[in-house]
């Protein structure tokens, strides 16, 4: 079976930094668009970040640009968001998607992956 999981979320202070990480099992992810969606209380599920198979094409939801990054690391079937300058309206679940490779690239819905984690907190205090 193939699983995902993230780590690295937490709890801290708006204008901090956290690190998110997603590392995939089962088998290798290195040939699959990998994405960050989160969601907040009572609200949908909504895109963050997404990055192409190969690292070389990558994509944000607005609210975050210029304040996030995703990273991967194929050889470790992993995949990263770097969360810098942290904001209250940022707190969330934070989920890993995957899925084979878009011909764009990557995708921004979220009904395209196949693939998900089971979520890491993200608690921003103001």
């Known amino acids: 079976q193939v699983q995902l999981a993230e780590s690295g979320g937490g709890l801290v202070q708006a204008g901090g930094s956290l690190r998110l990480s997603c590392a995939a099992s089962g088998r290798t992810f290195s040939l699959y668009a990998r994405a960050w969606f989160r969601q907040a209380p009572g609200k949908e599920r909504e895109f963050v970040a997404a990055i192409s198979w190969s690292g070389g094409s990558t994509g944000y939801a607005d609210s975050v640009k210029g304040r996030f990054t995703i990273s991967r690391d194929n050889a470790k079937n992993t995949v990263y968001l770097q969360m810098n300058s942290l904001k209250p309206e940022d707190t969330a679940v934070y989920y890993c998607?995957?899925?084979?490779?878009?011909?764009?690239?990557?995708?921004?819905?979220?009904?395209?992956?196949?693939?998900w984690g089971q979520g890491t907190q993200v608690t921003v205090s103001s």
């Open positions: 998607a995957a899925s084979p490779t878009f011909s764009s690239g990557w995708s921004l819905k979220s009904e395209r992956y196949d693939y």
